[in-house]
């Protein structure tokens, strides 16, 4: 017994545009940070990562177990350990993966503007967690560091952008069916 999944036409040339869409501004929003980045970085990359930077020591002092100081404009560190937050790790690509899902779904401005003020702050708190979880797991067990970086880090922002986005889209959804009533 085979099963197969198709959509109707309709809902799949949908489907195709808001991937188009999404593809299309994630590689705007990325191309023009990067393009920033090379050219000098100090109006883009640099002050938002020197922001998440503050934040996360601001944070850590409150709720780490130990000394946390903040070490010029990107790094926290306690003791010998040291986090460097550079690009990658300022999280600023997660926020254009929410952003890109945001801009292409079909929406009003109202909802996009909504969808933006309460789900990217978010993803930027959950970064600044990121940040001290990797600060918390140099100071007490640095042999694990790689891999909660790498692996554990960043799967759960890209898993909370999908989180995020599955909730817009269905907000969004709610919303336009009950003003087209």
């Not at 994630?26 to 990562?49: H, R």
């Not at 998440?52 to 130990?66: D, R």
């Not at 300022?90 to 789900?119: C, D, K, S, W």
Request: with cysteine.
């Amino acid at each position: 017994m085979s099963t197969s999944f198709s959509l109707p036409t309709g809902q799949a040339n949908r489907l195709l545009r808001i991937v188009v869409r999404f593809v299309l501004f994630l590689v705007l929003l990325n191309g023009l940070f990067y393009l920033e980045y090379k050219l000098s970085g100090k109006y883009l990359n640099d002050p938002y990562t020197h922001i998440v930077t503050l934040i996360s020591g601001w944070i850590g002092k409150a709720l780490l177990p130990f000394p946390v100081e903040i070490r010029g404009d990107f790094a926290l560190g306690s003791g010998d350990a040291a986090v460097i937050i550079r690009n990658g790790c300022n999280g600023v690509e997660a926020v254009f993966l929410l952003l890109a899902g945001i801009l292409a779904y079909p929406a009003t401005l109202r909802q996009r503007l909504l969808a933006g003020v309460v789900y990217l702050p978010a993803l930027f708190f959950l970064n600044v967690l990121r940040v001290l979880m990797l600060l918390y797991i140099f100071v007490f067990h640095p042999q694990y560091l790689d891999f909660f970086h790498f692996q554990v880090g960043q799967g759960i922002l890209v898993v909370f952008v999908l989180v995020f986005w599955v909730h817009i889209v269905g907000w969004i959804d709610r919303t336009t069916i009950s003003e087209d009533r």
